[in-house]
């Protein structure tokens, strides 16, 4: 489950955000706030070169953006639910 | 310079180096003229920043190494003012900053080599007009690239600027890469299309190029900032050239005995004045990836993709035309099969999946002139196949004029060591842009020179380096602005190296 997880992960973190044009143009701007920039970030908690702490959990949980991709990702991927996956075995 | 700013390249020990008080101040009166919220410094955010599309750096990240730096912190300007001031204050402090997009350029022309403050741009995404009269659209250098065509279109307009990375770069970003699109044939590359710019510079003046088709008053200074990869100034608004849309299009798919008919097809086509939207030639792998099954390519493999539009009267006239000469040079038609797959995933990226798996993808596009082409073309394909025996190395040319075409490669080392396949990966790269300047063309087609290809911008520029250095120094003395790419001097500090 991990495995393919950790795949999913690293598939959007090396994807340069095709899925770009459905986050709202309206709403913050913020590069982290990408599914790709979210599961690379993500990798590194998992990897333990980045703590996950009160900070990095605040910038996993920007979420519109990713909320948004779903529909649009060119690999199929649900990230939103991949990235739920990774956090709750980090916190488990 | 940047002080305290970590350059180790491991995002472990990057974290342990701590803000200074004069950091913590200098953040602090940024938060204040942007907003709190418009200012980012958590090591996370700044790790989401540390990097471009570039895959050497993709390389080092799957590694778990950083590219190079982190950034210091991301500002996030909302409006030209706020750049300016911005700007006017990172002046004063002596914080070397870069501009940036969406960040899919693949030269590394974002990467923080000093830890430098990004200025992402995004907030800056808004349509400021379109004029029917003049046939121009005026908008903000942030806006997404793809809602900015749509945009266009709900109007019944077009900027006729495709490229491959339209969902995920900006409108600013195609200029400052002065990059290209899949129409490029018929509508031009971008510093084709940008009519007029604003721009901040690096004292954090606002420079303002009025949009118009032509003038004589010296040498372009629009020129100056297309392409500039924010070095010279920071763009902020551009003007472009739009059409209407058109109300007719007609693709076709030819099969061709070999890629010199086929060159020899494109030249004439263009030599002749003929405008197709899309001209797509492919060589023997990448043709035989997209014609597999299709009768007519067993006896000639050579894929070629055209694609008339415009009024009808012209376009159909135009698809004869072309027809016509392509038929003198032993083409027939096939099935529109490897157009549709085309146009169904042209915007799609495709190193994804390779990198994903441990590959070492990369792409290279020059600029070769029709006398050179096909040697150059023989010359790359035999020099990077001599690098190892299983590199993948194809080729295509999607940007046709009346005096040469972009040939656009794809390289591929299977997984290995990391260490040797860098040094292959550079072998590759090193290979592909001697041969080319050898050849006369050019080391680079719309991708641009970010800082992988500083090692070769001498030979390509020669004095106008020079020329560029001068200008850069008497702008921005102290090398603030996104210091040490295009080939420039590196910012005090920096340790990149290609091989590093």
């Given at each position: 489950?991990?495995?393919?997880?950790?795949?999913?992960?690293?598939?959007?973190?090396?994807?340069?955000?095709?899925?770009?044009?459905?986050?709202?143009?309206?709403?913050?701007q913020?590069?982290?706030?990408?599914?790709?920039?979210?599961?690379?970030?993500?990798?590194?908690?998992?990897?333990?070169?980045?703590?996950?702490?009160k900070?990095?959990?605040?910038?996993?949980?920007?979420?519109?953006?990713v909320?948004?991709?779903?529909e649009?990702?060119?690999?199929?991927l649900?990230?939103p639910?991949?990235?739920?996956?990774?956090?709750?075995?980090?916190?488990? | 310079?940047?002080?305290?700013?970590?350059?180790?390249?491991?995002?472990?020990?990057?974290?342990?180096?701590?803000?200074?008080?004069?950091?913590?101040?200098?953040?602090?009166?940024?938060?204040?003229?942007?907003?709190?919220?418009?200012?980012?410094?958590?090591?996370?955010?700044?790790?989401?920043?540390?990097r471009?599309?570039?895959?050497?750096?993709?390389?080092?990240?799957?590694?778990?190494?950083?590219?190079?730096?982190?950034?210091?912190?991301i500002?996030?300007p909302?409006?030209?003012?706020e750049?300016?001031?911005?700007i006017?204050?990172?002046?004063?402090?002596?914080?070397?900053?870069?501009?940036f997009?969406?960040?899919?350029?693949v030269?590394?022309?974002?990467?923080?080599?000093?830890?430098?403050?990004?200025?992402?741009?995004?907030?800056?995404?808004?349509?400021?007009?379109?004029?029917?009269?003049?046939?121009?659209?005026?908008?903000?250098?942030?806006?997404?690239?793809w809602?900015f065509?749509?945009?266009?279109?709900?109007?019944?307009?077009?900027?006729?600027?495709l490229?491959?990375?339209?969902?995920?770069?900006?409108?600013?970003?195609?200029?400052?890469?002065?990059?290209?699109?899949?129409?490029?044939?018929?509508?031009?590359?971008?510093?084709?299309?940008?009519?007029?710019?604003?721009?901040?510079?690096?004292?954090?003046?606002?420079?303002?190029?009025?949009?118009?088709s032509?003038?004589?008053?010296?040498?372009?200074?629009?020129?100056?900032?297309?392409?500039?990869?924010?070095v010279?100034?920071?763009?902020?608004?551009?003007?472009?050239?739009?059409?209407?849309?058109?109300?007719?299009s007609?693709?076709?798919?030819?099969?061709?005995?070999d890629?010199?008919?086929?060159?020899?097809?494109?030249?004439?086509?263009?030599?002749?004045e003929?405008?197709?939207?899309?001209?797509?030639?492919?060589?023997?792998?990448?043709?035989?990836?997209?014609?597999?099954?299709?009768?007519?390519?067993?006896?000639?493999?050579?894929?070629?993709?055209?694609?008339?539009s415009g009024?009808?009267?012209?376009?159909q006239?135009?698809?004869?035309l072309?027809?016509?000469?392509?038929?003198?040079?032993?083409?027939?038609?096939a099935?529109?099969?490897?157009?549709?797959?085309?146009?169904?995933?042209?915007?799609?990226?495709?190193?994804?999946?390779?990198?994903?798996?441990?590959?070492?993808?990369?792409?290279?596009?020059?600029?070769?002139?029709?006398?050179?082409?096909?040697?150059?073309y023989?010359?790359?394909?035999?020099?990077?196949?001599?690098?190892?025996?299983?590199?993948?190395?194809?080729?295509?040319?999607?940007?046709?004029?009346?005096?040469?075409?972009?040939?656009y490669?794809?390289?591929?080392?299977?997984?290995?060591?990391?260490?040797?396949?860098?040094?292959?990966?550079?072998?590759?790269?090193d290979?592909?842009?001697?041969i080319?300047?050898?050849?006369?063309?050019?080391?680079?087609?719309?991708?641009?020179?970010?800082?992988?290809?500083?090692?070769?911008?001498?030979?390509?520029?020669?004095?106008?380096?020079?020329?560029?250095?001068?200008?850069k120094?008497g702008?921005d003395?102290?090398?603030?602005?996104?210091?040490?790419?295009?080939?420039?001097?590196?910012?005090?500090?920096?340790?990149?190296?290609?091989?590093?």
């Amino acid at each position: 489950m991990m495995k393919q997880t950790i795949k999913d992960l690293t598939i959007c973190a090396f994807c340069p955000n095709t899925c770009r044009p459905s986050y709202q143009a309206s709403g913050p701007q913020i590069e982290t706030q990408t599914p790709s920039a979210l599961s690379l970030i993500t990798l590194a908690v998992l990897q333990g070169r980045l703590s996950l702490d009160k900070q990095t959990s605040q910038a996993l949980a920007r979420r519109d953006a990713v909320n948004a991709s779903v529909e649009r990702c060119t690999y199929g991927l649900n990230m939103p639910k991949v990235l739920d996956l990774a956090l709750q075995n980090l916190q488990s | 310079m940047n002080t305290a700013v970590t350059t180790r390249t491991d995002l472990q020990a990057a974290s342990l180096s701590s803000k200074t008080d004069k950091q913590q101040s200098q953040l602090a009166s940024m938060a204040k003229l942007l907003g709190a919220e418009n200012v980012l410094t958590s090591q996370a955010d700044r790790y989401a920043y540390c990097r471009d599309r570039l895959p050497f750096a993709l390389y080092k990240l799957r590694a778990q190494q950083l590219p190079a730096t982190l950034p210091l912190a991301i500002a996030m300007p909302g409006t030209t003012e706020e750049v300016e001031q911005l700007i006017k204050f990172t002046r004063a402090e002596k914080i070397c900053v870069i501009p940036f997009g969406a960040g899919s350029g693949v030269l590394g022309g974002t990467i923080p080599l000093v830890g430098e403050l990004m200025i992402d741009l995004k907030r800056l995404n808004k349509m400021i007009s379109i004029n029917p009269i003049d046939s121009t659209a005026t908008v903000q250098a942030g806006m997404n690239g793809w809602q900015f065509e749509e945009a266009l279109r709900a109007q019944g307009f077009t900027a006729g600027h495709l490229p491959q990375s339209i969902t995920m770069s900006t409108v600013g970003g195609w200029a400052a890469c002065r990059g290209a699109g899949q129409a490029s044939s018929r509508y031009g590359k971008i510093e084709d299309i940008v009519v007029g710019l604003k721009a901040v510079l690096p004292d954090g003046e606002l420079l303002e190029v009025r949009p118009l088709s032509r003038r004589a008053v010296g040498p372009s200074i629009k020129d100056m900032l297309v392409g500039s990869e924010g070095v010279l100034g920071l763009i902020t608004e551009l003007t472009l050239r739009i059409w209407r849309l058109p109300e007719f299009s007609s693709a076709v798919v030819l099969a061709f005995p070999d890629i010199e008919h086929g060159f020899e097809a494109c030249r004439e086509i263009m030599q002749a004045e003929l405008r197709p939207e899309v001209v797509r030639l492919y060589d023997l792998k990448e043709s035989a990836q997209r014609t597999e099954g299709i009768p007519e390519f067993s006896v000639r493999p050579i894929l070629c993709i055209m694609k008339f539009s415009g009024k009808k009267a012209l376009a159909q006239v135009e698809r004869e035309l072309a027809l016509e000469i392509c038929a003198r040079h032993d083409a027939v038609t096939a099935d529109n099969a490897p157009y549709h797959h085309w146009e169904e995933t042209r915007f799609h990226s495709y190193s994804t999946q390779w990198q994903t798996d441990g590959y070492f993808m990369d792409t290279v596009e020059i600029t070769g002139n029709w006398s050179k082409l096909s040697d150059m073309y023989q010359a790359m394909h035999q020099g990077v196949h001599a690098i190892h025996p299983d590199i993948h190395f194809g080729a295509h040319w999607s940007h046709v004029y009346p005096e040469g075409a972009c040939q656009y490669m794809t390289i591929r080392l299977p997984p290995m060591d990391q260490d040797q396949a860098l040094t292959l990966h550079k072998k590759a790269w090193d290979t592909i842009e001697s041969i080319c300047l050898d050849m006369q063309g050019s080391i680079a087609h719309h991708h641009g020179a970010g800082l992988f290809r500083g090692p070769w911008m001498k030979r390509e520029l020669n004095h106008g380096l020079d020329m560029i250095q001068i200008l850069k120094d008497g702008l921005d003395p102290d090398n603030l602005m996104n210091p040490g790419k295009l080939g420039l001097r590196q910012p005090s500090g920096s340790t990149w190296k290609m091989d590093n």
